[in-house]
Structure formats: structure tokens, C-alpha cells
């Protein structure tokens, strides 16, 4: 390292910053993955030069989740393949489980050991906290461009700098229940809210335990089914850095989520149920429809091969537009004050988004790519994913870089659920009033 205290360039970290950030990082949720002369791969990305290898002596740190049961051996590959380039830059990889994974990462932060590579599925604390390199700092241009543009822009923060690069993404749609949209007289997927209450409530009054619609408002996704909702009816949570909660578009978007609810078109206690227990049931055959992603319909399909599926746009209010929503995780680097660790830490993450290195690395996630290469040759192979890879250039996501996002998800999760016995205006109002108080 060329100086002794972490965070040279960027930090300014007395103690009433670590605090800061230490709260900040508190309100987090975990999900839900060369060098400028190198060669450029197929889809663009360049390749690290390999004379440039042995001149390269340091010590980078990587700090990831565990997406599968083979995340550790996926990125082991990755460094070993790397290490054959750059012999003497030791790569040492801390891989953590999703639960808890915030905590983690602040630890290292605190104890001014913060990883020069960070995959997390946020960003904007860190960046609003400075410490943090410009992910152009750190990847090439070629290596940023052969990412699909509409997933890279989500690494930009409120600033309008480009703060991380997305490793994998997600799509969300509306899975539905073939049999019992047959059992129920139901010819097509519904496009407006009015064709998705009439489904649900005609799903529900099939009976034997059978429910229309999962609404999932429990505190692990409440922020994603309510803004599919929002965005449904051309509404949103912010306006530049100001909170939009309680407009009137999402008032009314939450008066239709409640009419889903009072109709018993749902399945029981919304408010108390996370995703997975409403994928619980449409595996079980009792679920008429659900939001859901490819890694959840991989499992029904592996399985529960009896429960028969097919996904579409999820429905909105007049169905003029469609609402996807898109998820990301991201590469993210920490500004270490060291130039030898920045300059390693810049040929890793160029070798890493190599076509042959990526595509493999990705695939092991579970989840789907990022780069336009390897969008489009998922798509022509995976059958059954190719509806996620063909919204991927048009799904809005949530707004991460925005500061108060944090807070804000925060009280989504602790409150939305509510919507069950009080009404919009009440729920949305003390939402934005948390959250407005920090979350």
C-alpha cells in the first residue's frame, strides 16, 4: 500500500462518519454477482494484456455473496484463471451468505479493511459516503460498453456518475396457474386491473384453498409488489431527490391493491407474506398468479413439474404499459489509497466481464447476464427464460441511487402491508413520514 491510511484520496472518515455510514448501512437489505491495452473479446470487453502481468505484484480483496452452493468454486475459477496472467497478484475472496450480508460489509469498512471488490446489491450509501471509486476508474471503456445500457444506467447515481457496473440482473412478470385459469372459464393473462380482480376473484371462488393473486407486503419484498402497483399507474416514489410517496397516482394504485384484498382475491394476511411463501403456493397448485423471477420458476419447474405456468407482463391500470421490473446486483470498488491495488483490481474486473469468463461466471448465479452478448445468446438457447431476457432493455428498477431510497425501502417494508386495514391515504402518508425521518 503507498500510504498507511485507507480512503487517501476520497476518505474523510472522522468518527460522526463512520457512525453515518455505520446507520446507514444498518438499514440495508441483502437480496436477492486487464488492463487499457489488452485485446477486445467478442462482445467487446477487454482483454487483460498479458506482458503487463508479472510487472504487477500486490494484494487485492473480493467480498461476494453466496448466490448457489457453488459461488465459492465459480469465483475460485475466476481468480485462478486470473492469476495465470498476473502470477503475482494474490487475490484473497471472502464469500458470505445473503443473510446478514450488510453487516458484514460494514465490518470490513469499520475495521478499515474494506474490500477493493465489493458484489452487492447496493451502492448509493457507499458512493454518497465517497468512498468509492468511479467504476470507469476501474474497467475500461470496452468493458462497460458490452453491458447492456439499459442495466448499466442503474449503476448511476444521483450524481450522475457511474458508481458501479451490474454483474447479473432479474426480471420480474406474472407467472399464472394454466389448469386453473382453464378451471375458472379464463382464456387469456389479464392486461388491466380490472381483467387481473376478475381472474384473481374468479380463481379464488374456485374454492378448496385456492387463492386469485399473491400479494406479497411482508418485509422482505413489500417495496417490489407495491411498486409495480405504483409504476401501474404511472406514479413513482421520487422526483429528483424529493420523495413522491403519498401522490395521488399512488394513493390510487394502493385504494386497488386494498380492493384486491377486501374482495379476498389474494391469498390471506398480504401484509405478512414474503415472496416465497406465495411461491409456495403456486407450487402447490393453489395459486392462480404471482410477480415472480427465473430462479423461483426454475424450481417449480424442476420441482413441480405438474404445475403448469406460463408468464406475462404484469397488468396495469388501463394496460397501455407495461410495468417489468428489473433487479441488479453490482460490482462496486472501494478506493483504497493504493494505486498498485486499484491498477490489479482494474485488469481482475476487465478479465472477469471476458466472454469466456463471464458467461460461465454468471451462468453459476443462477440469475441472468449483463453483457448484450450474452443476453443475446441466453436468449436464443434458454426457451424458457427467453420472456425475462426480452424485457431486460425495457424494465424500470428501483430508484437505488437515489439518497433516500434506503429509508424509504425500509419503511415500504415495515408498513405497506397495512394497506390491509387502513386506508391509502393513511398508509402511504406515514410511509413517507418515516422515511422522510430516516426509515
Known amino acids: 500500500m503507498t500510504d498507511s491510511s485507507p480512503f487517501r484520496r476520497r476518505g474523510r472518515f472522522g468518527p460522526a462518519r ?44 473480493i467480498l461476494a455473496p453466496s448466490y448457489t452452493d457453488t459461488s465459492q468454486a465459480d469465483w475460485q475459477k475466476v481468480i485462478t484463471g486470473f ?46 459516503s465517497d468512498i468509492l471509486y468511479p467504476i470507469d476508474e476501474v474497467m475500461s471503456p470496452e468493458t462497460l460498453q458490452s453491458i447492456e445500457p439499459a442495466l448499466l444506467k ?29 378451471q375458472a372459464g379464463i ?60 401522490s395521488e397516482q399512488n394513493v ?30 403456486f407450487n402447490q397448485g393453489k395459486l392462480g398468479m404471482y410477480v415472480s423471477h427465473p430462479g423461483l420458476l426454475a424450481e417449480t419447474r424442476s420441482k413441480f413439474p405438474n404445475v403448469k405456468f406460463e408468464v406475462a407482463p404484469m397488468p ?48 453459476g448465479t443462477g440469475l441472468l447476464p449483463v453483457t448484450s452478448a450474452a443476453i443475446q445468446e441466453k436468449s436464443a438457447s434458454d426457451t424458457n427464460n427467453k420472456p425475462f431476457y426480452d424485457v431486460l432493455s425495457s424494465v424500470r428498477f428501483l430508484p437505488q441511487g437515489n439518497p433516500n431510497w434506503t429509508a424509504l425501502q425500509n419503511a415500504l417494508q415495515q408498513n405497506a402491508g397495512s394497506i390491509a386495514t387502513q386506508s391509502a391515504q393513511e398508509v402511504l402518508s406515514g410511509i413517507e413520514e418515516q422515511a422522510n425521518a430516516g426509515g
Open 252 to 281: 390510487a394504485a394502493f385504494e386497488e391493491m386494498k380492493k384486491f384484498i377486501d374482495a379476498k382475491a389474494t391469498q390471506p394476511n398480504p401484509g405478512a407474506s414474503n415472496r416465497q411463501a406465495v411461491a409456495d403456493l
Open 187 to 246: 382464456s387469456a393473462a389479464p392486461k388491466t386491473w380490472d381483467e387481473l380482480l376478475d381472474a384473481a376473484t374468479k380463481i379464488s371462488k374456485l374454492g378448496g384453498g385456492v387463492y386469485g393473486y399473491g400479494m406479497p407486503l411482508g418485509q422482505e419484498e413489500a417495496q417490489v409488489e407495491a411498486s409495480l402497483w405504483v409504476w401501474g399507474n404511472g406514479g413513482d416514489w421520487v422526483s429528483g431527490s424529493d420523495l413522491t410517496v403519498a
Open 18 to 61: 463512520w457512525a453515518a455510514l455505520s446507520l446507514a448501512g444498518a438499514l440495508l437489505l441483502s437480496a436477492c454477482g486487464g488492463d487499457d491495452e489488452g485485446d477486445s473479446g467478442s462482445d467487446g470487453a477487454a482483454q487483460p494484456a498479458a506482458s503487463a502481468g508479472a510487472d504487477l505484484s500486490t494484494t487485492i480483496k
Open 83 to 128: 492469476n495465470g496472467k498476473y502470477p503475482n497478484v494474490k487475490v484473497e475472496l471472502q464469500i458470505e451468505a445473503w443473510d446478514g450480508f450488510t453487516e458484514k460489509v460494514q465490518a470490513r469498512i469499520q475495521g478499515q479493511d474494506a474490500p477493493d471488490i465489493l458484489n452487492d446489491n447496493n451502492f448509493a450509501d457507499y458512493a454518497n
Open 316 to 363: 396495469t391500470k388501463d394496460g397501455s404499459a407495461s410495468a417489468n421490473l428489473g433487479v441488479t446486483d453490482f460490482i462496486e470498488a472501494f478506493d483504497n489509497g493504493d494505486e498498485d491495488r486499484k491498477a490489479a483490481t482494474k485488469a481482475f474486473l476487465d478479465y472477469l466481464y471476458t466472454p469466456e469468463v463471464y458467461g460461465p461466471w454468471a451462468e
Open 154 to 182: 442503474n449503476g448511476v447515481g444521483e450524481d450522475g456518475t457511474q458508481w458501479a457496473a451490474p454483474d447479473i440482473a432479474s426480471a420480474r412478470l406474472l407467472a399464472y396457474n394454466t389448469d386453473l385459469f382453464e
